[in-house]
């Protein structure tokens, strides 16, 4: 019967076995396809190993130009999956996702590509994302209370790993690996347009959705041509300071990100307005709820941007 009959896809695929997380940024995003990939339409099939969890688990990831999706989980024996897990070594800490290994690749070729028995393949059923709706956030005129305002750095900055460390605990920031219990008093509301949220703590207007995902360069360029057609009715829109973009993470998950549900979680990872030192550009990941960084020479994220509200600080 075979793997992907068995998944309900075209029984005519094939597993590309050389592919890997690692190298899907530049296949799928940054050059949008073109060194391999000749129609949006095109998927493309490999395994890999989640570990961002408990437990890690072997999966089949759908892939595509702007496109992924985890189209089923693969029980394959515990140990065999930890043993590649363990194989990687020393790796940072926003580095939870692998290629498979040689004992794991076997085992799939003899148990799973060609299986008549749908026991150890668990599908994932794609959840589509539903437009934004309301915001469910009050109007701006409808906060009744004193709010205490709160200053965060903006612009462009060079940040250390220690530097972020001590920014996310002088701001009480929410980061899920280096101050898992901060607690940013965020006081979001809805400007009614449909469009953008206010957060009368920083006096930060944000976009509810954001753009999608591109290379360092071409965000920068979408940018101008947001303030250019003057997004919202405003053309001063830009990056985020890493504070800024981590005063919306929040502690529990909505919608399978830590954020507000007002926003739209199309955008799982951010740019900010910062570099690494010594080198790299840092992000802000809702999904996995912690700043990142990535040393790519094409580095390519999401965008979300903001601007101040003057009228409100």
Known sequence: MGLFTLLNLQSDQVIDWEMCPEYTFGTFESWGGKERIRSKNERIYYFFIDDWGDV?????????????????????????????VDGQGKVALYERSYGINDE??????????????????????EQKQQGLGESGLPGVDEVQTQVQTITLPAGPAELSEEDVVTLVQKYNLVDHERNPTGDFPNVLVDNGDGATVTDLVTGL?????????????????????????????????????????????????????????????????????????????????????????????????????????????
């Open 56 to 84: 890690p688990r072997l999966c089949l990831m759908e892939r595509g130009i702007k496109h992924a999706r985890v189209v089923a989980e693969i029980l394959a024996p515990e140990d065999m999956v930890q043993r590649c």
């Open 205 to 313: 207007m944000w976009q509810r959705e954001g753009l999608d995902i591109m290379s360092h360069r071409s965000m920068r360029k979408a940018l101008e041509k947001l303030n250019n057609d003057g997004f919202a009715g405003h053309n001063d829109w830009r990056f985020p300071s890493m504070a800024e973009a981590l005063s919306l993470m929040e502690r529990q998950k909505n919608k399978d990100q830590y954020l507000h549900p007002c926003f739209s979680t199309e955008q799982p990872f951010i740019f900010v307005d910062a570099v690494r030192k010594p080198g790299g550009y840092w992000f802000v990941d809702y999904k996995h709820g912690r700043a990142f960084w990535s040393s790519g020479t094409i580095p390519g994220g999401f965008g979300r941007f903001c601007r101040l509200d003057r009228g409100r600080k």
């Open 104 to 125: 794991l690749k076997s085992w799939l070729k003899a148990n799973i590509i060609e299986a008549t028995d749908s026991s150890r393949i668990i599908p994932v059923q």
